[in-house]
């Protein structure tokens, strides 16, 4: 059975640091492009981050320079260390591998 669990969500003062994590199971990361999406209520899905099987990554013009992903094969993980972190980044956090998402994390800051 294909699952991504997500973690590593939470409250955090604006200015803060947060790493989520998205782990897999049942399938293999490392052959396909992984994303970070985020939602607030009442608003469309956003995608905030994507990497490559090469590990080339995008990232939405609200997170450059403050959020960065990354994927440990050996471990079957992607992580989205998000740092300088602004109330806006509030929102529930998904992690999608082909058409699987995961059931997300929240994320909280506090201004």
């Known amino acids: 059975q294909v699952q991504l669990v997500e973690s590593g969500g939470g409250l955090v003062q604006a200015g803060g640091s947060l790493r989520l994590s998205c782990a897999a199971s049942?399938?293999?990361?490392?052959?396909?492009?992984v994303g970070w999406y985020r939602q607030t209520p009442g608003k469309q899905r956003e995608l905030v981050a994507t990497?490559?099987?090469?590990?080339?990554?995008t990232y939405a013009d609200s997170v450059k320079g403050r959020f960065t992903i990354s994927r440990d094969n050996a471990k079957n993980t992607v992580a989205l260390q998000m740092n300088n972190l602004k109330p806006e980044d509030t929102a529930i956090y998904y992690c999608?591998?082909?058409?699987?998402w995961g059931q997300g994390t929240q994320v909280t800051v506090s201004s």
């Open positions: 990497i490559t099987s090469d590990g080339t990554t």
């Open positions: 999608k591998f082909l058409a699987v």
């Open positions: 049942g399938i293999i990361f490392r052959f396909n492009t």
